[in-house]
């Protein structure tokens, strides 16, 4: 009952827990323990819920059939702009800890939990999901477990950092523009951000209310399916939310690549790539016979319709805050949001109307094929604090520029699996694309690669 489950999988801990192998109570014990001892250096958590981890595993280890939970015994995490009952819901910020703690959990949560998993947490995060890097000024940047120097990705770090450290084998994070599959890229994890709509965002700080996402992080794409299967089913809380019934990928994963077509994206999607993403995605490739490339029209422009609406909604979302409490904000989320708010009209409008028309330039795509490779991240991940890199022989800032292949993709909602490839010395993911609501091709083709051993969650040599 004492056997170290730091490095086992979701999958793995719910069977040992349900067979009785394993106790619920020793798994989050032994998560704790870890939290404490590496916490210290990953600086992925904010707050640890012990006393209601310990409770929750007791009723567990008590209940009479732990096979009806697919996720018995495991513990999770989650990104602070979760609401978590009794805790206040910061979304990385300074302003936010003024409020009244939340007083119940977000749906997420509570889905998750009752399939039989374990909040432990919540997790650092860049302020109001506005970063790609991981580095709050506030608690201060959450690190890569595979080099403490180095960025962890945001603006769902803690996500990444907690998950590719051991600390969890399940977080969840969100994404707007790319903050699950970046920090999944720069440590070297499993993320899946799903169709636009197909998971609810109640109970959750928004962002850009047309852009957002949540979604799981894990250490193996069967992980993956099994949290995103807990935590499908419609939600009138969330208008976005669809009403479609839960589809279980699950019971799906065996089939693999059989009767997938997949291409590689390019031309934009390869242009400024370093040369260990575009190594990632021809490994990848070559592994499914993937030899077709294609070119996705106009996603350039689409970067640049992203940052519009995401600058436009985010501004007059915080507009208040801004007024009253400038000082309190991180000085480069303040700006980009000042600079948003004062985006003309007209240019937004632009931006929706080549937003649809975008859309329709894209989805036919998947007439032809199931699924499109493209790197998730521009290279792997920089050293804390590193401001420039050299894109296509361009000096370019770091913080937006990391995200140049995931904004294209999040602006009309696809659903993508980031798989990483566990390179020397640091690992780099690759974006697995499928049409809406076909997150089943995505993480079959996910679960197909981590068989092959081309897709891998590497262990990182941090000690306690």
Same mark, same amino acid.
């Given at each position: ?27 989050? !014990? ?49 990104? &602070? ?13 300074? @302003? &936010? ?26 997790? &650092? ?18 690190? &890569? ?43 070297? @994890? ?105 070119? @996705? ?137 499928? #049409?809406?609501?076909?997150? !089943? ?13 081309? #897709? ?9």
């Amino acid at each position: 009952m004492a056997r170290d489950t730091g490095w086992s999988t979701a999958a793995e801990i719910a069977e040992g827990v349900s067979s009785g192998a394993l106790s619920a109570a020793s798994v989050i !014990d032994a998560a704790l323990a870890r939290i404490e001892a590496l916490n210290p250096k990953l600086n992925a958590f904010t707050a640890v819920r012990a006393d209601r981890a310990r409770a929750r595993a007791r009723a567990i280890d008590a209940a009479g059939d732990r096979r009806q939970m697919p996720l018995a015994g495991v513990p999770f995490a989650v990104k &602070n702009l979760f609401d978590i009952d009794g805790v206040v819901t910061v979304a990385g910020s300074k @302003i &936010n800890r003024s409020h009244p703690p939340a007083a119940r959990d977000a749906p997420l949560i509570a889905r998750l939990e009752a399939a039989g998993a374990v909040l432990v947490g919540a997790l &650092n995060m860049g302020e109001y999901a506005y970063d790609f890097t991981g580095e709050n000024v506030h608690e201060g940047p959450s690190r &890569n477990p595979h080099d403490l120097n180095r960025m962890s990705g945001g603006s769902s770090g803690g996500s990444g950092s907690a998950v590719g450290g051991g600390l969890v084998p399940l977080a969840l994070g969100s994404d707007t523009n790319g903050s699950i599959r970046v920090p999944s890229s720069f440590c070297g @994890i499993f993320g899946l951000k799903p169709t636009y709509g197909r998971l609810t965002r109640a109970g959750t700080f928004p962002f850009v209310a047309s852009l957002d996402h949540l979604g799981p992080f894990a250490r193996s794409a069967r992980d993956l399916a099994l949290s995103y299967d807990a935590m499908q089913g419609p939600d009138a809380a969330d208008p976005a939310c669809t009403d479609r019934a839960p589809e279980p990928v699950t019971p799906l994963l065996g089939r693999g690549q059989d009767g997938l077509r997949v291409a590689v994206a390019g031309g934009y999607f390869r242009k400024g790539a370093f040369p260990e993403a575009l190594e990632a995605v021809a490994g990848v490739a070559r592994a499914l016979n993937a030899s077709d490339e294609i070119d @996705i029209p106009e996603a350039a422009r689409a970067r640049a319709a992203a940052y519009v609406i995401t600058a436009t909604e985010g501004a007059a979302l915080h507009l208040d805050r801004l007024r009253s409490q400038a000082r309190d904000f991180d000085p480069a989320v303040r700006d980009r949001l000042i600079a948003g708010a004062m985006v003309p009209a007209a240019l937004v409008a632009k931006a929706q109307i080549f937003r649809r028309w975008y859309r329709t330039q894209v989805l036919p795509l998947f007439d032809r094929y199931d699924a499109i490779l493209a790197p998730a991240t521009p290279c792997t991940a920089p050293e804390i604090g590193q401001q420039t890199f050299v894109l296509d022989g361009v000096e370019m800032p770091v913080r937006p520029n990391v995200g140049i292949y995931t904004q294209p993709i999040s602006f009309v909602g696809l659903p993508v699996a980031a798989v990483p490839v566990p390179l020397t010395p640091l690992p780099v993911a690759v974006q697995v694309i499928a #049409a809406p609501w076909r997150e !089943d091709v995505a993480l079959r083709i996910a679960h197909a690669l981590e068989q092959m051993g081309v #897709a891998a969650a590497p262990r990182p040599a941090l000690a306690a």
